[in-house]
């Protein structure tokens, strides 16, 4: 007895009738122009036709696979379908999407195993391809269905109310109308009267459509659509739905009808680095403006591959994002020409910035710039605007590049002139390895020595962290210095659903919720620089032999990693302070990233440091030497020095008990420094008081602008 199956096979390659053993497989093919000739080949074994429904053919239930060209629709609508696919990628991303659906999803085989048009598949090794992946008694075919209705199920979840995909469309509303609403008070900004009438209509309107639009749900044949409706431009579901809707009412400004006198007198331009560590800083430092003074406009510029990343991100009303050309090497390729890049950074960005400033409006108050990007206080002088200049790393760190003349010329570094900086080893100095760091160190001593041409110097630190060393720069520049730390997303941390935005299932914190209080190790090495290979296999065995729960975020080796693991959660993503801030986390196997030590410390999480490169070194030495909140896992710099499994497991042993009286001094240090933070970052801290200085700064420079 034969099988009869249905396969749907997309247009792109030539068809070959096919008669496999006792097992002929039906097919239906959309094949375009050639669909008459083609079905005259194929006889009675299938049915060939110019066009068809696709989505609604594959969901078909006589269809048991997809022979496809791997476009990504397709590849959609054959998941959303449950349909197992056999791929034949022509170019572009159907051949990674091939290799998604093979490798990664196990949903699929490949038909065609080399890429490019000489490389001719075969009618034999169609034929037994087919018989296989057709084959619905075979073990490796009802697998790839079991995966397919897997998939299926994911699909039906993440588009269900209440699932990732429609909550995210909704929110992804929510930002356009918020926006939306505030780019339109913008432009009522100079005309009051207007704008009262404006939000008075509105709200009437609004108010109205909400009654007849629950009428029309009650009794839609009898009442006819608002006439309102055909004269605004929104229609009567929309508008029910916004002015209904708590989330997206509550971001609207507060506004007064009979006195509107909320206006954004003042527009700053935040420009930082391009860099994860460098842009989430600065965007943490512009919410805690936007936060602090409504009348502030901030626009965050950066390239149009970070506006990607980034654009989706919740951001404050009076926070939008605006992109200059990718005029620099491409961020998953910088890391392999690092001295490339950074010369990029310094020598193409200015001239598109400078372009973007001139367009803005209203017109800009003053510029927030990453230290790095030093032609910032160039193009600022230029066109007459106030430069601050936020530096994203540790005080010490910026103390020892900027006295690093007298390191060169000495030998050493003075002590007197590195007040606040305990002792020093050369191994702790921010060197970068080999000539070609050299090239890199010289742009960026060049940005430190220039920083003083701005109007004021930001540290993303708190006073009582290194306030010494802040002390004794104030002595020497002539410029306000203002610490405003730590700038990480502490203010929205309470306002964040435990399932982020961007990552709706968050199965890592149901994992920590699982776990006993402080017995997990919580390990990640920053979104740039990897480990290396070795390294990474002797980390991976030596948390294995230590015995401790650990949460490992690994990026593109998690699948990898947590086949082999047994002992922890092995992640691609995670939101980081959350899970720093989680009852069970007792400790952080960290690069020494200054975002990622600033969380720890506002988390009270004891670190055990593995630095990379760069600042890292020294935040390893901080860490460690002068906060003493943390132990060394790394001794030796460089990939050369590869620590072996037997010490790792021995020191994260060490590091995790909690009985014994090294790691409960760690974690009461930790504790220390939290509540310290917490002074700082409070009402009328520390941090607070020099953040609404910097503001009143802004603002007054804005009036005398003006004046």
Request: charged share 25%.
């Given at each position: ?335 392999a020409d690092l001295a490339g890049f950074v010369e990029a950074v310094y020598t193409k960005m200015e001239a598109p910035f400078e372009r973007l400033l001139e367009g803005l409006e209203p017109k800009v108050s003053c510029i927030v710039a990453d230290t790095y990007l030093s032609w910032a206080v160039t193009v600022g002088k230029r066109l007459n605007l106030a430069v601050a200049s936020m530096w994203p790393m540790a005080p010490s760190m910026f103390s020892i590049l900027y006295h690093f003349d007298l390191f060169n010329s000495n030998g050493h570094f003075p002590i007197d002139e590195l007040s606040g900086i305990s002792s020093i080893r050369l191994a702790d100095l921010p060197f970068v390895s080999a000539k070609k760091g050299e090239a890199i160190s010289d742009r960026v001593l060049g940005a430190i020595s220039f920083s003083t041409e701005s109007q004021c110097l930001l540290f993303t630190s708190f006073h009582g962290l290194e306030n010494h060393v802040i002390d004794n720069l104030r002595t020497k520049f ?230």
């Open positions: 007895m034969s099988l009869w199956v249905v396969s749907y096979l997309c247009p792109g390659h030539k068809w070959m009738k096919l008669q496999l053993d006792e097992k002929p497989v039906g097919f239906l093919r959309v094949a375009r122009g050639d669909a008459t000739r083609l079905q005259e080949l194929s006889g009675d074994m299938g049915l060939v036709v110019p066009w068809c429904d696709q989505l609604w053919v594959v969901c078909h239930s006589a269809v048991g696979g997809f022979l496809t060209h791997c476009g990504w629709n397709s590849t959609m609508e054959s998941v959303y379908a449950g349909v197992p696919m056999l791929t034949f990628p022509i170019f572009w991303d159907q051949i990674p999407n091939a290799k998604l659906m093979v490798e990664d999803w196990k949903v699929g085989l490949r038909l065609k195993q080399e890429n490019g048009q000489k490389n001719l598949v075969q009618g034999q090794e169609i034929a037994q391809t087919l018989k296989r992946f057709m084959d619905l008694d075979r073990n490796e075919s009802r697998e790839l269905r079991r995966r397919a209705r897997e998939m299926k199920e994911s699909c039906d979840r993440a588009i269900e109310k209440g699932g990732s995909s429609e909550t995210n469309l909704r929110t992804f509303f929510q930002e356009i109308v918020r926006r939306a609403l505030f780019r339109l008070q913008l432009s009522f900004e100079q005309d009051k009267k207007k704008e009262k009438s404006f939000w008075a209509f509105l709200f009437r309107h609004g108010t109205q459509t909400m009654c007849n639009e629950k009428q029309r749900r009650s009794n839609p044949e009898q009442l006819p659509t608002l006439s309102a409706t055909k004269i605004f431009p929104l229609s009567s579901s929309f508008s029910f739905f916004f002015f209904s809707n708590p989330q997206i009412s509550s971001n609207i400004p507060t506004i007064d009808l009979v006195d509107m006198d909320t206006t954004f007198a003042v527009h700053v331009v935040a420009l930082p680095s391009p860099g994860r560590g460098h842009i989430n800083p600065m965007m943490n430092l512009c919410k805690l403006l936007a936060l602090s003074d409504d009348s502030l406009l901030i626009t965050f510029v950066v390239t149009e591959e970070w506006l990607g990343f980034i654009g989706s991100a919740p951001t404050p009303p009076n926070i939008r994002l605006r992109s200059i050309p990718n005029v620099i090497p491409f961020e998953l390729v910088r890391g002539r410029i306000p210095i203002y610490h405003v730390g730590p700038t990480i997303p502490y203010m929205t941390l309470q306002d964040m659903p435990p399932n982020a935005v961007e990552h709706p299932k968050a199965d890592h914190l149901d994992w920590l919720d699982l776990q006993p209080k402080s017995s997990v190790l919580y390990v990640s090495f920053g979104s740039f620089l990897s480990v290396s290979g070795p390294q990474m296999d002797e980390i991976l065995n030596g948390l294995q032999a230590s015995g401790v729960r650990f949460l490992w975020v690994a990026r593109g080796d998690a699948t990898r990693f947590q086949e082999v693991s047994n002992m922890g959660l092995v992640v691609p993503w995670c939101d980081q302070l959350r899970v720093l801030c989680h009852s069970s986390v007792g400790g952080f196997l960290t690069h020494c990233g200054w975002n990622s030590t600033m969380e720890s410390v506002y988390a009270g999480v004891p670190m055990l440091t593995f630095p990379l490169l760069w600042d890292q070194i020294t935040n390893a030495k901080l860490i460690v030497e002068d906060w003493k909140v943390g132990l060394r896992l790394k001794q030796e710099f460089g990939e050369k020095n590869v620590v072996q499994r037997q010490e790792i497991a021995q020191t994260v042993k060490r590091f995790m008990d909690l009985d014994g009286d090294e790691s409960r001094e760690l974690r009461r240090r930790a504790r220390e420094m939290k509540e310290i933070c917490e002074r700082a970052i409070k009402k009328g801290g520390s941090s607070e008081t020099n953040l609404s200085a910097f503001v009143k700064e802004i603002v007054q420079g804005h009036k005398n602008q003006s004046s």
